[in-house]
């Protein structure tokens, strides 16, 4: 939830993440351009971080990756890490694929370094496979099937579930 404060604007995420005015659109996506559809959000914000021409993928996280506080260089410009993230945290609303990896790069808001940098990049090759996924819902009767998957100390700094408490 992005709202405006003396000029500047603030991103709830948990912890508060200063943002500052030029770069509000990346944290409020509604406003890019008035595409309220997730497929207008998702292209605006492509477009915004130059990923429009980028190589699309099929998955969001690569096959047994943990993301470490300790492992790589520190990123140089937190305002667009954190607004890249916020942005990508706005689509999970309705993008519930991007759910998991967008959690595990939110972890690192505070100090992100440069695995998590890549780990963002990623998402947003596959955001460019995949704007305009969707549920399709025919009248006449709705089943749903869920499943949950935990994922017992599989934080590899803390050895917590990330799936839980």
Not at 81 to 90: E, H, M, T
Not at 99 to 122: I, T
Not at 126 to 149: C, E, M, R, T, W
């Amino acid at each position: 939830m992005a709202r405006q404060n003396n000029g500047t604007w603030l991103l709830d995420i948990g912890a508060n993440a200063h943002v500052t005015p030029e770069l509000h659109n990346l944290v409020n996506p509604k406003e890019y351009t008035g595409n309220d559809n997730v497929g207008g959000v998702a292209l605006d914000l492509l477009q915004r971080t130059k990923f429009m021409d980028a190589k699309p993928i099929s998955t969001p996280v690569s096959s047994g990756q943990k993301l470490s506080a300790y492992v790589g260089e520190p990123h140089t410009d937190l305002e667009t890490y954190r607004s890249i993230v916020g942005a990508l945290q706005y689509l999970t609303i309705t993008c519930l694929d991007l759910s998991y990896v967008v959690n595990q790069v939110c972890q690192f808001m505070h100090s992100p370094k440069s695995p998590h940098w890549l780990a963002v990049k990623r998402i947003l090759r596959y955001l460019k496979s995949s704007y305009d996924y969707g549920i399709v819902h025919k009248p006449g009767s709705l089943q749903v099937n869920a499943f949950s998957d935990a994922d017992y100390a599989g934080d590899p700094d803390s050895r917590h579930s990330t799936s839980g408490y």
